[in-house]
Each structure stands twice: as structure tokens, then as C-alpha cells.
């Protein structure tokens, strides 16, 4: 039963797998050939049977909800207990954990704030406000969106605004100036924005005492890290020496966040003895999709040719389908789920669909046609209104997030009462919210009385939810709480015509909460086992030089009125400082980070409630799959993106796109769609002409018959991973109209699709029935 994972894997993976643990290891493969599937198993190996901790490994994924899916993978394979030690996550949500846990080692706060890129957006637009009187005289322009991507390069290339301010060119010598004050708007406000916790993760691992933990690292979609991910990677593994990678530079779709696909001949250079294993065989999708997606990346000249071939067969042929309005694409969709979803007579759940967009703006007539439909559905990315309030709770110097909640619901402060509030608390070196509890609390002589009135119902409600916060109440509860502080409820149905409508959104936002919430018990448990980790370490001479370490920066504690007093560290007590801090990560900071992590760093959400359509961008969908894919809006301006500078990236990203379907893949584009409030004529993408050109049949224009034989086919292809087998079982159950679903598990094999047959033969002696006679 303990090789049972074994068994299921082919000779290629198998040897992967069973790679000696201390020979590095790249994994290089195209999708669907199992290359996270080995990774995982190779975890479980390294655990049972090489016997490393679990706790001294470290597993990187690419999203939070792959860190979430490989748990659950692993728990079947080695228990949940030993899951729960293994480290797993992002890049960013593995510094954000370790830099909560030793602040002082690098200068941080513990409380710090992670700005998520909305917010960077927001505060580089405004940093950007007095240079434009000076670009305009010079007939120059310079958009947010620039500004942020040159210095979120420079950061991952570790340049200061000092490198850029230099330069003699106009902009660079802006965009490096508005880099310095952006920095130092970070550190004032104690936030880090997702470069900085990559950059401040490489300076904590570069230590050697925070790297030393790590045993065996492991790194999904690698082609797609960065040069400071790689970094970390490095650091991590540097005591150890023991890596393995997987990863496939076809899937690089990153590389406008100076992902870097040369990566992977730095990993050969820094660890010489490195070895590679190609997996050649896709058991993800049916023959056609599969040559579907190969012929549009195939394209692509400057690629390395790869092979990759599967053993399922055909299948429905994809469909390509032209439309005139995004209006009638979405409805089109929308119908077509629910017909396959009726005519698989409950194989297909709403959760086996996925409609995969090239940008969030192209959702609004989706979500609206589903709704239309009754199909139930989720965005990946939601606005959390919320989330500013609780930064405020959790983070006071977060002056973004005071001046978003300040007013909402509307208190009647206007512009220049907040102007007054924010320069008269930047005077004092306070945060504007101590400065307004201070007003509250009669402190601030000649405060005209309205003001005190109106700053009164937001301070009392600050106030309790600190106190939550601090008593360790879970945050769905706190947000619970807040609704109520605010009258959340009635300042949507006074100013809201859709407030029924929005309401129901914020009670799916505290459904994500509790899900988040689930998700703290890792982190908490996480935490506390790196403690023992790095403070028991059986190394007494190094836990020596935690404590000689003098701290590079300077404490914060809260006094009793919450206000921030800055006081000087004293050498030799920062650990315990750190200890301090480390105890003050509430579940409500947790939620926060998790929640922010969530919404960028190529994901966009969190898993949340299953038996719901998906719609996603193509980005977050990267590693995952499902049975059926609508990739709409394929049009020149979209698949390429009209702003994209990479023209093969794009390609790889539609290529992504279609490898994450397992048996059913619908193309769609308009001839007319409304861009920026504009109605525009548009045009099939380039990528899909030149497949047409070159292979007419590669795509179907009607959509597939869902007969009896796609059906099974559709079953085997669900079937085949032993995990989900049950789930399986339940569904053919379903299908057989029978609750006796137990009976349809009862099939230990490993060959896919002999479930489907299985469960047939079971039902068919059982109950006398087949399928032909329903
Ligand atoms: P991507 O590049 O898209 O991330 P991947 O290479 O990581 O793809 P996986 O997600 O690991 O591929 O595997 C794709 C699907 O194939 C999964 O459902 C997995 O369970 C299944 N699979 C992989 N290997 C086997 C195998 N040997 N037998 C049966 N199913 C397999
Ligand atoms: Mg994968």
C-alpha cells in the first residue's frame, strides 16, 4: 500500500522519483506529462524513504492554491500530520512567513503591511502627480503602469533608485526619483510590496542560520521564476545542496515580470553535478487537444522542438466559433455549460468547467450571462472592501489603507479635513489614526466639535476590532463584526441601486475568510515549527550567534493607546524581541497576508466554494487543469495583448490556455467588441489563422456531439488518479441514478480507465441496468 504512488507512475517519472537525493535535478517536460505529480511523489519518497524530516523540506509552487492542491495530493500519499510540517507556498508567501518570524535580522517590522499591485498602482500614481507639469514641457509622457514595471524590474534585479536616478536620460532620471520616494513611502507606511518580500527574503536566507533548516528543496514551474526567486532558491539550498526542479520554457509566461528562462542553465552552472529527465507522455488531454495546443505553440521558430505524445484518443475536436458581440459569445458559452452539464447527466459538476481570460476586464458579460443561466460562479479576483479596514486594525502606519476606510461608509470628511488629519499626524510622527484617537479622546486642543463627531463612530470601531484582533478572534468573525460597526448593509442599500446584489458579494467574501481561515492553522503550525527548527537545531553555537546578533533596526512596540513609539533596540535582546513580535501574529495578520498573497503574484484568488464555474485569467491558470476550457475574446489585441512587447510569450500564454483542458476545448472570438467603452471591429487571433492555414481540421466549427463515447472517455480521463477515484465513483453513481456510490470505489487499479468499465460492470450486475438501457 506504502509504494502504491509508485506503482501509477512510468518508467521516466519512476526514475525521477527515485532519483538519489543529493544529485540535483531538473525535470524538463511539457504540461500535462505529470512533472507536479512526480514532484509531489518525489516529496513523499524523499520522506518514507529516504527519511528525510519532513520539516526540512521545502516545496515551492507557483500559486497558493497549487501549494494547497500539492497538500492535498501529498496527505493522501504520506498522512496529514507529516503534510503539515513540509514547508510549502510561494516564493512570496515563504518569505512573508520567515520574515514575520525574524523581522530584526533584516529591518523590518513584524506588522508590516504587504501591498498588493493595485495599491502599488495607486501610490506611484500619486507620487507621479507633480512631475507631469515637468514631462509635459518636455513632450514627454509616462504612464503608472511604466513606472511600476521598470522599477519592479529593477528591484528583481536588485538595482537601487540610486542606479536608476543617475542615468542622463529624462526618464529613467524621473521613473528614479519617483523609485526613491516610493521606497521611502514603503518604509514610512511599514508595508512591503511583493518585490520587497523577495528582496528581503534573499538578504534573511543569505544568513546562514535561516537557511540551514532546509534539507531538500523542490521548485514547480521554475521556468518561470525570476532572478531573485532563483536567488532564494539558491540560498535556501545552499547548505544542502539538494534541489530538484521541474519545469518547461514553452509554459514561460512571465517573463514581462522578468521571469527568466535562462534559470535553468544558471542552476547547471551553480550546481554543476546537476541532471536532467524529459517526460515525454501528456495523460492530461485527448489526442486533438493536445495537437490543438502543439500546433499553435509549434509556431513559434525560435522553440526548441519537443515531443509529446499521449495515449488517449481523439476525442471531440476543439471548436472555434465566431461571434458578433461579446454579449452573444458569453450567452453561447454560458448555454453550452449548461447543456453538457445536463447531457453528462451529472459526470460534469459546475466546478469541471473553466472559461480562461486573457485580462480580468473581459469577465463583466460573462459573469452576467452565467448569472442569466443560473450558473453559479466565481471570479477569481474579488474586491475584499474589507481589506483596507482590517490593514488599518493590524497596521496603523498603513496611511493607504486609513484613507480608503476613512469615509466609508460616509462620514461627511471631506478632502481637506483628511488633508488636515493626515499633515497634522505627519507633523507629529504618528499614524493618522493615532492622531484621530487622540481627537477622540480630547487630546488635540481646539478640534472643531463636527470633526469629533464624525472621526467618532470610525475610532470606536477601529478600537474593537483591535481588540478582537489582539484576542486572537478568527478573522471571518472580525469582518462579521466590522459589518455590523459600519452598518455595512445599510450604506449599500442607501447608496447602492445593486445593493442586494453587492451584499450577497461581501457574504461570499466571509465565506472566503473561513476558508482562509482553515489555512491558518498551516501557517500557525509553520511558525511555531520553524522556531523549533532553528532554535533547538541541536546547535547550540549558533543559537549563540541568533542572540549576538546585534539588531539592525529599531523596535516597535504599541503603547497602551495603540500609538507607535519608535525606541531603540538594545543589542542582545532581539531575538526575544523577535520571539515578542513573532507572538503578536494574530489571525487576523495571517489572513491578511494570505489574502493579499491571493490576490496577485500570478494568482488571483483563493480556492473558494467548489460547484462553481471558474473564471479565471490565463496566468492563474498556469498547472492546473479541467475537463472543459472556453478560452473566449482570441483577437488580435488580446492573443497578443496590444501591449504586450512579447509576441512568443503570448503565444505560449494561449498555448497554456488550451493545454489545461482535459476533453472538451472551445475557442471563441467576436467581430465586434467593446474595448474601453469603445465598440471596435476585431479580428481572429494570428495564432489560430496560422493553424488553420496550415491544418484545416485541427478545429471544429459545431459544437461536439456529447455522446455516450465522449462521455466514457470523459470518465476514464477522470478516473485515472487514484485520489479522486471516489469522487469519480460518486459521479458515475450519479450518472447510474443510484446513492450506493461506495460500490463504485471498490477499484484499486491503477489503469484509468478501467473505473469507468468497473463501475459499469458493478452497476450493471448490481441493479441489472447498463447504460444503453437508461
Ligand atoms: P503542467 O505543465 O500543466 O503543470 P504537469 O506536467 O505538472 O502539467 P500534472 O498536473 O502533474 O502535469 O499531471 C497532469 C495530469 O496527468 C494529472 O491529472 C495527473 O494526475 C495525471 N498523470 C500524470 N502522470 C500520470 C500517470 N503516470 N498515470 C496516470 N495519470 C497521470
Ligand atoms: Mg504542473
Not at 24 to 33: F, K, M, R, V
Not at 75 to 84: D, N, P, Q, R, S
Not at 352 to 364: E, H, K, Q, T
Request: aromatic share 8%.
Amino acid at each position: 500500500m506504502a509504494d502504491e504512488y509508485l506503482r501509477c507512475l512510468n518508467t521516466e517519472q519512476l526514475r525521477a522519483v527515485r532519483h538519489p537525493h543529493h544529485v540535483p535535478l531538473q525535470i524538463l517536460a511539457g504540461p500535462g506529462s505529470g512533472k507536479t505529480k512526480v514532484l509531489t511523489s518525489r516529496i513523499a519518497y524523499l520522506i518514507l524513504h529516504e527519511h528525510i524530516q519532513p520539516q526540512s523540506i521545502c516545496a515551492v509552487t507557483f500559486t497558493n492554491k497549487a501549494a494547497r492542491e500539492m497538500k492535498e495530493r501529498l496527505t493522501k500519499l504520506i498522512g496529514k500530520a507529516k503534510v503539515e510540517e513540509v514547508k510549502t507556498g510561494t516564493f512570496h508567501a515563504l518569505c512573508a512567513l520567515f520574515l514575520r518570524r525574524y523581522p530584526n535580522r533584516v529591518g523590518v517590522k513584524s506588522n508590516f503591511t504587504v501591498c498588493d499591485s493595485d495599491e502599488s498602482k495607486t501610490i506611484l500614481k500619486r507620487l507621479l502627480n507633480p512631475y507631469k507639469g515637468y514631462l509635459d514641457e518636455r513632450h514627454l509622457s509616462l504612464e503608472v503602469r511604466t513606472v511600476m514595471s521598470v522599477i519592479s524590474k529593477a528591484k528583481s534585479k536588485g538595482q537601487t533608485p540610486h542606479d536608476l536616478a543617475t542615468s542622463s536620460n529624462d526618464i529613467d532620471h524621473v521613473i528614479g526619483e519617483l523609485f526613491e520616494s516610493y521606497e521611502r513611502f514603503l518604509r514610512e507606511n511599514n508595508s512591503l510590496d511583493f518585490d520587497d518580500l523577495l528582496v528581503y527574503g534573499v538578504r534573511l536566507f543569505s544568513q546562514q542560520q535561516v537557511s540551514n533548516w532546509c534539507q531538500h528543496v523542490l521548485v514547480d514551474e521554475f521556468q518561470d521564476t525570476n532572478t531573485l526567486q532563483y536567488d532564494l532558491m539558491r540560498h535556501i539550498a545552499s547548505s544542502s545542496r539538494c534541489v530538484t526542479i521541474v519545469g518547461d520554457p514553452d509554459q514561460s509566461i512571465y517573463g514581462w515580470r522578468s521571469a527568466e528562462v535562462a534559470n535553468l542553465a544558471r542552476m547547471k552552472l551553480d550546481f554543476p553535478a546537476t541532471v536532467q529527465i524529459y517526460l515525454e507522455q501528456n495523460y492530461r488531454s485527448t489526442a486533438s487537444i493536445l495537437r490543438a495546443s502543439m500546433a499553435i505553440v509549434s509556431q513559434d521558430k525560435t522553440r526548441i522542438p519537443k515531443t509529446l505524445h499521449t495515449s488517449h484518443s481523439n476525442g471531440c475536436t476543439p471548436v472555434l466559433q465566431c461571434f458578433p458581440s461579446e454579449q452573444e459569445e458569453s450567452a453561447c458559452i454560458a448555454r453550452e455549460i449548461k447543456r453538457l452539464s445536463a447531457a453528462s447527466g451529472g459526470l460534469l459538476g459546475w466546478e469541471d468547467f473553466v472559461i480562461l481570460l486573457r485580462m480580468n476586464s473581459l469577465s463583466r458579460s460573462l459573469e452576467s450571462a452565467l448569472r442569466k443561466e443560473g450558473i453559479p460562479c466565481r471570479v477569481l479576483k474579488g474586491q475584499k472592501f474589507f481589506e483596507p479596514y482590517l490593514q488599518v486594525v493590524d497596521n496603523p502606519d498603513f496611511v493607504p489603507a486609513f484613507e480608503r476606510v476613512i469615509n466609508v461608509p460616509g462620514r461627511g470628511i471631506g478632502d481637506k479635513t483628511l488633508g488636515e488629519i493626515l499633515r497634522a499626524a505627519h507633523a507629529k510622527h504618528i499614524s493618522p489614526l493615532a492622531f484621530i484617537e487622540r481627537i477622540y479622546d480630547g487630546r488635540v486642543p481646539d478640534t472643531k466639535p463636527p470633526v469629533k463627531r464624525k472621526i467618532a463612530s470610525f475610532v470606536k470601531a477601529v478600537r474593537e476590532l483591535r481588540t478582537a484582533a489582539r484576542q486572537g478572534t478568527m478573522p471571518a468573525d472580525i469582518i462579521r463584526a466590522l459589518l455590523g460597526l459600519v452598518e455595512y448593509e445599510e450604506h449599500l442599500k442607501r447608496t447602492q441601486p445593486d445593493a442586494d446584489t453587492r451584499w450577497e458579494n461581501v457574504m461570499e467574501l466571509i465565506n472566503f475568510a473561513s476558508e482562509v481561515q482553515t489555512d491558518l492553522n498551516d501557517y500557525q503550525y509553520a511558525l511555531q515549527d520553524l522556531t523549533e527548527d532553528v532554535e533547538a537545531g541541536g546547535d547550540n553555537e549558533r543559537d549563540q550567534d541568533w542572540d549576538d546578533m546585534p539588531a539592525e533596526t529599531e523596535a516597535v512596540e504599541l503603547d497602551e493607546e495603540g500609538f507607535v513609539e519608535v525606541k531603540p533596540a538594545t543589542p542582545g535582546i532581539a531575538a526575544a524581541q523577535e520571539d515578542r513580535a513573532s507572538e503578536a501574529s494574530t489571525p487576523l495578520r495571517l489572513f491578511l497576508q494570505a489574502s493579499m498573497l491571493s490576490g496577485d503574484s500570478g494568482e488571483g484568488g483563493e480556492e473558494g466554494e467548489r460547484e462553481k464555474v471558474t473564471i479565471s485569467t490565463c496566468h492563474s491558470a498556469k498547472g492546473l487543469e479541467w475537463p472543459v476550457v472556453f478560452v473566449p475574446a482570441v483577437e488580435e489585441g488580446t492573443f497578443p495583448f496590444a501591449l504586450s512587447e512579447d509576441t512568443n510569450e503570448e503565444r505560449r500564454l494561449l498555448y497554456v490556455a488550451c493545454t489545461r483542458a482535459q476533453n472538451l476545448l472551445y475557442l471563441s472570438h467576436c467581430t465586434k467588441r467593446l474595448v474601453a467603452g469603445k465598440q471596435m471591429g476585431r479580428k481572429l487571433s494570428g495564432f489560430v489563422c496560422a493553424v488553420i492555414e496550415d491544418s484545416p481540421d485541427i478545429f471544429a466549427e459545431n459544437m461536439p456531439e456529447f455522446d455516450r463515447a465522449a462521455l466514457e472517455q470523459m470518465a476514464a480521463i477522470l478516473a485515472r488518479e487514484i485520489p479522486s477515484e471516489e469522487v469519480v465513483a460518486r459521479k458515475l453513481a450519479e450518472f447510474y441514478r443510484t446513492d450506493h456510490y461506495h460500490q463504485f470505489t471498490d477499484t484499486s487499479s491503477k489503469a484509468m480507465s478501467t473505473t469507468f468499465v468497473a463501475a459499469d460492470a458493478v452497476y450493471r450486475a448490481d441493479a441489472g441496468k447498463s447504460v444503453e438501457q437508461r
